[in-house]
Nanobody
Framework: QVHMVESGGGLVQAGGSLRLSCVAS????????MGWFRQAPGKEREFVAA????????YYADSVKGRFTISRDNAKNTVYLQMNSLKPEDTAVYCC??????????????????WGQGTQVTVSS
């Protein structure tokens, strides 16, 4: 069982930056691929970014590519999401997730086994 807690969300103006953190406990995340997803009010949960357990490979949704960076520090059992050039459409609850298996469909929330509660990100125009 992996328990994860996100932090770093908040209110920011368009063009600003935030850095989200996801701290895990209960198990080392070095055995998991990790992902970030977000869900805006009235919308379905959507994939944002993912990183393989070694940290060597990352993936991004087209909507955030070039603006967001996912990274991990396995020694600290923490995954990060650096978000730059934020837009109002980035407003959502952001959740981290852990996947025990190596999956080619990393963008699907169904492959992830453990989820955090999420942190709210609000971008004002």
């Amino acid at each position: 069982q992996v328990h994860m807690v996100e932090s770093g969300g908040g209110l920011v103006q368009a063009g600003g930056s935030l850095r989200l953190s996801c701290v895990a406990s209960g198990h080392t995340i070095s055995l998991y691929d990790m992902g970030w997803f977000r869900q805006a009010p009235g919308k379905e949960r959507e994939f944002v970014a993912a990183i393989r357990r070694s940290g060597s490979t990352t993936y991004y949704a087209d909507s955030v590519k070039g603006r967001f960076t996912i990274s991990r520090d396995n020694a600290k059992n923490t995954v990060y999401l650096q978000m730059n050039s934020l837009k109002p459409e980035d407003t959502a609850v952001y959740c981290c997730a852990a996947d025990r298996e190596i999956s080619s469909i990393y963008y699907r929330s169904s492959v992830y086994d453990y989820w955090g509660q999420g942190t709210q990100v609000t971008v004002s125009s």
